[in-house]
């Protein structure tokens, strides 16, 4: 069964630290892309950070550059997001997807991701 997990979501407070984990089974992530996004209560779903095929592309959202790495372990089949400094704002439920195109993340074209994970909350507060 093709699927992506997020997991590493937690409460944590202002200026803490967390790495969100996205597991694939069922097929290899090595060569898609992969798209970090996303949606905090009353919201829509925003773009977050996007990493190329050969990892040599990378994409953050204005609001996390600086603050958020994007990364991936081949041998683990997983990528990760790394948050720093995390602030209230970026409480949402986190989801990770595939980009079987290769540039829909970096064009924002949400509705050409795919294998969408379940997400993972991420609450900043005090």
């Known amino acids: 069964q093709v699927q992506l997990v997020e997991s590493g979501g937690g409460l944590v407070q202002p200026g803490g630290s967390l790495r969100l984990s996205c597991a694939a089974s069922?097929?290899?992530?090595?060569?898609?892309?992969v798209g970090w996004f996303r949606q905090a209560p009353g919201k829509e779903r925003e773009r977050v950070s996007c990493?190329?095929?050969?990892?040599?592309?990378?994409y953050y959202a204005d609001s996390v550059q600086g603050r958020f790495t994007i990364s991936r372990d081949k041998a683990k089949n997983t990528v990760y997001l790394q948050m720093n400094s995390l602030k209230p704002e970026d409480t949402a439920v986190y989801y990770c997807?595939?980009?079987?195109?290769?540039?829909?993340?970096?064009?924002?074209?949400?509705?050409?991701?795919?294998?969408w994970g379940k997400g993972t909350l991420v609450t900043v507060s005090p």
């Open positions: 990493i190329g095929s050969s990892d040599s592309s990378t």
């Open positions: 997807a595939v980009d079987p195109y290769g540039s829909s993340c970096f064009m924002g074209y949400t509705d050409g991701m795919d294998y």
């Open positions: 069922g097929f290899t992530l090595a060569g898609y892309g």
